[in-house]
């Protein structure tokens, strides 16, 4: 089975030489380094690390905080970032993963039923993620790093929604996976993970030699000796104080985090979306509004946690979107329980239209929420007074509060 095979030019191609050649220089560099990490003759690249390289290199936004299918956006490009030894049959790879939806595809009946749905949840992500960084779906890609013996290889693909229409070729295998094509690339799902995988086949665009150190830790010590002299005996250990860091960049602390759910919850319901508050305010009785007011919700056990994480009531902060853009934001309500935009419609217009792609009108619901695989929002509070703000995969909210509330039960 070949996969389809894009000859137009997708991202790494036409970003400017001076980048290119940083982002060359910097996977050498970390290339070179791997005896840090790995005897094995192939050099090895830390995922994250590769995010970050890429980032740095190509000053794109890193989109790696929030729980979604893209890791950077530059421009109005998308990618997804990977690192994997590239094999000659094409590496299979992780894209996705369905565990908190695990209930919904057990409900279906036959193995094609499944599989459809699997694809249409996949679907509904990608559609979401594009709506969350603000780009076009024909925009999103793959870029990755191949690691082969004495060099990288750079291969991009397409970021395609799967072609429900097409999918053909069901296998099942011995190991409780399914294998299946859409006629553009190939996929295998996995029940007893609940993940869903796609086959890169390795299409060169460009090739990175990289030579290996033996000897990193030597290297390193020689490189660094005068940031970091060696410690006598009879001086005893020296501490630095304060971050050096290594980009000659000032970076703005981050001072602190919490989660906020997008959802209720009670134990006659379960979780839920409130049909006339939170992110159906809209909806609410008493007078005329907006169809895109909304607030999220601020638990009381947060606001009794984190006293000062908040501006004081009806003051505006500054809140950065995953794409980059920006929200005034504030504290509204009777104890500072909603998180609110400034103007109110700012939010609902983002989070209802742009990301979740409801029409005016329409009800959010907890099964939205699941089936584009997010249900809470990461808050994170830097020290100059700036907020960012990022989406997280199902489940996320009640671990943070399970959490906070084991820790307050051991400090009783």
């Known amino acids: 089975m070949t996969q389809t095979r894009k000859k137009n030019k997708m991202f790494f191609e036409v970003q400017p030489k001076e980048e290119k050649a940083q982002y060359e220089n910097l996977l050498k ?8 990490s790995s005897d094995n003759d192939i050099p090895y690249l830390y995922y994250r690390m590769a995010e970050n390289i890429f980032c740095k290199a190509f000053n794109a936004i890193n989109l790696a905080r929030s729980d979604i299918s893209l890791d950077a956006k530059k421009m109005n490009i998308g990618l997804g970032l990977k690192t994997f030894i590239n094999k000659s049959a094409g590496s299979i790879e992780k894209i996705a993963e369905f565990n908190k939806n695990k209930n919904l595809i057990d409900k279906e009946s036959s193995l ?28 999103m890609f793959y870029h990755c790093v191949l690691r082969e ?26 190991d409780n996976t399914v294998l299946f094509s859409d006629g553009n690339y190939e996929y295998s799902f996995n029940f007893s993970k609940s ?35 060696k410690v006598s005996e009879d001086k005893g250990v020296q501490l630095l104080n304060g971050k050096i860091p290594l980009d000659g960049t000032q ?18 319901k379960g979780k839920f979306v409130p049909e006339r508050s939170g992110l159906n305010q809209w909806n609410a009785r008493g007078r005329a509004r907006n ?22 009531r009806d003051t505006s902060f500054t809140l950065r979107l995953p794409s980059g853009s920006f929200l005034v934001a504030k504290i509204c309500q009777d104890d500072g329980k909603a998180l609110m935009s400034n103007p109110n419609s700012a939010l609902g217009e983002w989070l209802l239209r742009t990301v979740l792609g409801l029409k005016e009108g ?18 994170t509070k830097f020290s100059d007074g700036t907020y960012d703000i990022n989406f997280k995969k199902l489940g996320t909210f009640g671990d943070f509060e399970s959490n906070l509330l084991l820790e307050e039960d051991e400090e009783e």
């Open 251 to 268: 970076v703005c602390p981050e001072i602190s985090r919490i989660y906020l759910p997008l959802y209720s919850f009670n134990r006659k």
């Open 291 to 312: 169809y895109d007011e909304v607030y999220i919700q601020i638990p009381c056990f947060i606001r009794r946690k984190f006293p000062n994480f908040f501006p004081e």
């Open 362 to 379: 329409e009800l959010l619901t907890y099964q939205k929420l699941e089936e584009v695989g997010i249900d809470s929002v990461e808050i």
């Open 195 to 229: 993940t869903l995988y796609k086959r890169f086949i390795s299409n060169p665009i460009y090739e990175i030699p990289v030579q290996i150190f033996d000897d990193p830790y030597k290297i390193l010590e020689d490189a660094l000796a005068d940031m970091f002299p």
């Open 29 to 36: 560099i970390m290339g070179a380094l791997s005896r840090l």
């Open 112 to 139: 094609k039923d499944k599989i459809l749905l699997i694809s249409k949840l996949r679907n509904e992500r990608l559609k979401t993620t594009g709506g969350i960084a603000e780009i076009d779906l024909s925009k």
């Open 149 to 174: 013996k004495g060099k990288f290889i750079i291969h991009e693909d397409q970021m395609l929604p799967i072609a429900i229409e097409n999918i053909k070729e069901l296998h099942e295998t011995g």
